[in-house]
């Protein structure tokens, strides 16, 4: 089972910015696309960014240009610089597996998630 531990999270006001990492465990991690996802409070889990295990990159329209995923193989993580930070980002951000195509979660582990809150 992947291990997944988020963290970087904080309070930060609007146009501030944040960079969060996502430590996995397991040598499965560089062979495998992963994402970050985002939950505010009596809203579904969604998908904001994925990274294949070659380094391309999907981008909700909602973060496009302000967010930005990338992976170090060699530590086992990925990372998620935040700028132009808005009230509406924020939410508890998790890490996980993700098929890079369908965009389907591969792992039904997640972490504690890392909290984001971003003030007007």
């Known amino acids: 089972q992947v291990q997944l531990v988020e963290s970087g999270g904080g309070l930060v006001q609007a146009g501030g910015s944040l960079r969060l990492s996502c430590a996995a465990s397991g040598s499965i991690f560089s062979i495998n696309a992963m994402g970050w996802y985002r939950q505010a409070p009596g809203k579904q889990r969604e998908l904001v960014a994925a990274?294949?295990?070659?380094?391309?990159?999907r981008y909700v329209d909602s973060v496009k240009g302000r967010f930005t995923i990338s992976r170090d193989n060699a530590k086992n993580t990925v990372y998620l610089q935040m700028n132009s930070l808005k009230p509406e980002d924020t939410a508890v951000y998790y890490c996980?597996?993700?098929?890079?195509?369908?965009?389907?979660?591969?792992?039904?582990?997640w972490g504690q998630g890392t909290q984001v809150t971003v003030s007007s």
């Open positions: 996980n597996i993700i098929d890079y195509w369908t965009l389907i979660t591969l792992n039904d582990y």
């Open positions: 990274i294949s295990s070659g380094g391309s990159k």
